[in-house]
């Protein structure tokens, strides 16, 4: 119900935009959010987006990813610029929404894009 895009190799300083588009019978889609796992380490939270606009980053990320969202499309966006070899990993997109018909809100998760950085 989700499908990420956008991935790929880049040089150091470089950019990528990932985008994740949730599809099917949907009522309401929630908080949308980026994640991402390297080799050996635990999925981490990137940045995530509220259905108003409201967003919140990674200290790590923060000045150097933006995500945005388009309601109309349901389709969430991260822009990834000034990128570095220790942001090479699967970026995963989930959202939080409801079915159409549905009485609760489920998260759903993306099928990953892999991000690689070279220096």
């Known amino acids: 119900q989700l499908q990420a895009s956008g991935g790929g190799l880049v040089q150091a300083g470089g950019s990528l935009r990932l985008s994740c588009a949730a599809s099917?019978?949907?009522?309401?889609?929630?908080?949308m959010s980026w994640y991402r796992q390297a080799p050996g380490k635990q999925r981490e939270l990137v940045a995530h987006?509220?259905?108003?606009?409201?967003?919140a980053y990674a200290g790590s990320v923060k000045g150097r990813f933006t995500i945005s969202r388009d309601n109309a499309k349901n389709t969430v966006y991260l822009q990834m610029d000034s990128l570095k070899p220790e942001d090479t990993a699967v970026y995963y997109c989930?959202?939080?929404?409801?079915?159409?018909?549905?009485?609760?809100?489920?998260?759903?998760w993306g099928q990953g894009t892999q991000v690689t950085v070279s220096s």
């Open positions: 989930k959202a939080n929404l409801r079915n159409s018909g549905g009485v609760y809100s489920y998260d759903y």
């Open positions: 099917g019978s949907i009522s309401s889609i929630n908080v």
């Open positions: 987006i509220a259905t108003a606009g409201t967003t």
